[in-house]
């Protein structure tokens, strides 16, 4: 029973270590929140500032605008870590290699949340939305594939982050492994916006990722982070 | 003298490989035979059926080669030799050679018969964003420095790109796609002329990516010699 919570001391440590860091790096989840609402400006003036999209356009948009945020986001963070010396020193940790990564994954999931629904916000008032049909649904869906495009995010920028060109290979990496989870976030805003389309068999998808996210780096994290 | 006795070392290796080349070379005319002239048309499609014999069997091998790049990262992640990281990038990259076959073949055959190079079918957009993975996974490695390195992260990436591969396989199953499914549960489906001559298709493409596969996994076995001699007289003359 000690052992057990002087385990949950060590990632609890982790989790304020890493959200110290990111908190710290202000600069970079600041221009991360003023990019996505300046691509909502952007999408809606390549739009011909239309007064009203369709609900399925509308979260397509939403999704892209918060992809194209995030992605230079989670690789900032793995780059820093890596240049900094942090990763270097979060190998000490007394804990199996993979709870970096989960520690990680918590505090730039909740980063990313903020920067998302930043740019959910500012796509409402720029583009015109209505609210939508079921408020608590499309907030349970936001949040739920922000949380596993940062899992997905975390785990690969850091591969990404050894390579000469990550800038480049990146997102080449990411945006394939990712597409089923955008579709699955877009597919269950629309349902949330419009009461359109069925949500189930999406709801399973973004649980399928979420289990993949839990159960893979435990594997593969270790080998991934070695230096 | 050493020379010589290496050269006669390579001699029997050169004349196995000609031996199995040659063999291929009479099962790929068999192949052509089977495909393009002895097999019957379709009833609906015609003489149009016969990018089936190549399309079909390039996209299984292809498939095929992502798993065994897949069971070889998994081993490198494991064993940490090098030789089964020389196996899984063999293994991709045939098998990326042959996904682009099979997208080609796949679009030259749609627009005649659905009328577009390109629908959103479940089938062909998982099979572009397979395509896509393992076209990010060459990237990835090519933008590595260090041997062990190089090995270790692409076979971590190795891994999560393999994931798709089930997906392209259910993809007909999973949603509605107008992609037909050739082979299933209750086995295969068309006339026995026609069945034959995809088996036989089957055969020479694993054929085929067997030679290569070996071919291009000693071509590796060798650049890592070399790089490693390199290193090594770098070493001595610094």
Redesign the interface.
């Known amino acids: 029973m000690r052992e057990v919570g002087l385990w949950w001391w060590r990632f609890a440590a982790l989790v304020r270590a890493e959200a110290a860091s990111r908190a710290r790096a202000r600069t970079g989840w600041i221009a991360g929140v003023c990019f996505g609402v300046l691509w909502v400006l952007v999408a809606g003036i390549a739009l011909d500032g239309t007064a009203r999209l369709p609900a399925a356009w509308w979260c397509g948009l939403l999704w892209l605008g918060v992809l194209c945020t995030l992605v230079p986001q989670w690789l900032a963070d793995s780059a820093g870590d890596a240049e900094m010396g942090a990763t270097s020193g979060l190998l000490l940790a007394p804990l199996d290699r993979s709870w970096i990564f989960y520690a990680r994954w918590c505090v730039r999931a909740g980063f990313a949340c903020l920067t998302a629904a930043a740019v959910a916000g500012t796509s409402f008032i720029i583009l015109n939305e209505p609210p939508p049909r079921h408020p608590a649904w499309f907030a349970a869906a936001f949040v739920s594939g922000v949380v596993v495009l940062s899992g997905l995010g975390t785990f690969l920028a850091t591969l990404a982050t050894v390579s000469r060109s990550r800038e480049a290979v990146f997102p080449l990496l990411l945006i394939p492994v990712a597409l089923p989870v955008i579709l699955a976030s877009v597919r269950l805003t629309v349902y949330a916006a419009a009461s359109y389309g069925r949500p189930q068999v999406w709801w399973e998808v973004l649980l399928a990722y979420f289990v993949l996210l839990c159960v893979l780096p435990w594997l593969l994290y270790e080998p991934a982070l070695e230096e | 003298m050493e020379k010589h006795r290496a050269d006669a070392r390579r001699r029997p290796r050169v004349g196995w490989f000609l031996a199995a080349a040659g063999a291929l070379a009479a099962v790929v005319w068999a192949d052509l035979y089977l495909a393009l002239i002895a097999s019957p048309p379709e009833e609906n499609m015609g003489d149009l059926v016969r990018i089936m014999y190549f399309h079909v069997p390039c996209a299984w091998v292809a498939l095929f080669a992502f798993f065994v790049s897949f069971i070889a990262a998994g081993m490198y ?1 494991w064993r940490r030799n090098t030789g089964w990281d020389s196996l899984a990038v063999s293994s991709a990259e045939i098998g990326l050679c042959f996904t682009t076959l099979a997208l080609i073949t796949g679009a030259l055959w749609a627009r005649p018969v659905w009328g577009a190079w390109w629908t959103w079918d479940p089938r062909l957009t998982t099979t572009l ?2 395509w ?2 393992y ?2 996974y060459f ?2 490695r090519g ?3 260090g041997r062990e ?1 190089r090995a ?2 692409s ?3 190795g ?3 393999f ?2 591969v089930p ?1 392209v396989h259910m993809s007909v199953t999973w949603w509605r796609s107008i992609h037909p499914a050739v082979v299933s549960s209750q086995g295969i489906h068309m006339p026995p002329g026609m069945a034959d001559a995809l088996w036989m298709g089957l055969c020479t493409w694993m054929a085929v990516y067997a030679l290569l596969l070996t071919v291009r996994y000693r071509m590796e076995r060798q650049r890592e010699r070399v790089e490693r001699l390199v290193a090594r007289v770098r070493a001595q003359t610094s």
């Open positions: 992640l964003i397979l896509f993975l076209a990010g990237l990835l933008s590595l420095d390195r270790r992260v076979a971590v990436y891994v999560i790109a994931l798709d997906v």
